[in-house]
T-cell receptor, first 113, second 114 residues
């Protein structure tokens, strides 16, 4: 079946550190890939997306590249800030399929000042 | 811009009570979803609706019913609440699943069943 696996949290980093949150997927067909972010007490909001292989999504200093050969969509940021503390969800959707959005379990990120 | 609006934000129920969670979107989206979020479990889909008049079960539909009242509104009903339904519930909408567009989420309803 279709699924998304992302690294377990929590991840704790110091401000200005480099961030990587791993995400891999299993899908039949050609998925679109997403990263959502959930700040405390709020709903999820889209952070970035990529709709085909080798596309790079970017927003707010975060980046992720759609790697079909490794079925991955790892989230990276060069220098994190305290305000990046949140829960991050990797997700996929599939074209031509009457299906739902498939989410990973989320990774909680803590940034220390 | 309102986006996706959920009511109520907080609710405490006694076991066996019923209630309806309301959700409305003002973006003219076709698809709407109900998720529950539990610690360590991520988001689990309860029900979804691809268009007005259609609904489909998700991963965890037992104990819930839904109504897609019109294109704007998608409600979730708990007929007889159980402690296992204590969770945070999120409504979401998207233009169309097949177009791979993003989902927009409400702020959530924190439900406690005692």
């Amino acid at each position: 079946g279709n699924s998304v696996t992302q690294m377990e949290g929590p991840v704790t980093l110091s401000e200005e550190a480099f961030l990587t949150i791993n995400c891999t997927y299993t899908a039949t067909g050609y998925p679109s890939l997403f990263w959502y972010v959930q700040y405390p007490g709020e709903g999820l909001q889209l952070l970035l997306k990529a709709t085909k292989a080798d596309d790079k999504g970017s927003n707010k200093g975060f980046e992720a590249t759609y790697r079909k050969e490794t079925t991955s969509f790892h989230l990276e940021k060069g220098s994190v800030q305290v305000s990046d503390s949140a829960v991050y969800f990797c997700a996929l959707t599939l074209m031509n399929r009457d299906d739902k959005i498939i989410f990973g379990k989320g990774t909680r990120l803590h940034i220390l000042p | 811009n309102a986006g996706v609006t959920q009511t109520p934000k907080f609710q405490v129920l006694k076991t066996g009570q019923s209630m309806t969670l309301q959700c409305a979107q003002d973006m003219n989206h076709n698809s709407m979803y109900w998720y529950r979020q539990d610690p360590g479990m991520g988001l689990r889909l309860i029900y979804y609706s691809a268009s007005e008049g259609t609904t489909d079960k998700g991963e965890v539909p037992n104990g819930y019913n839904v109504s897609r009242l019109n294109k704007r509104e998608f409600s979730l009903r708990l007929e007889s609440a159980a402690p296992s339904q204590t969770s945070v519930y999120f409504c979401a909408s998207s233009a169309s699943r097949t177009m791979n567009t993003e989902a927009f989420f409400g702020q959530g309803t924190r439900l406690t069943v005692v």
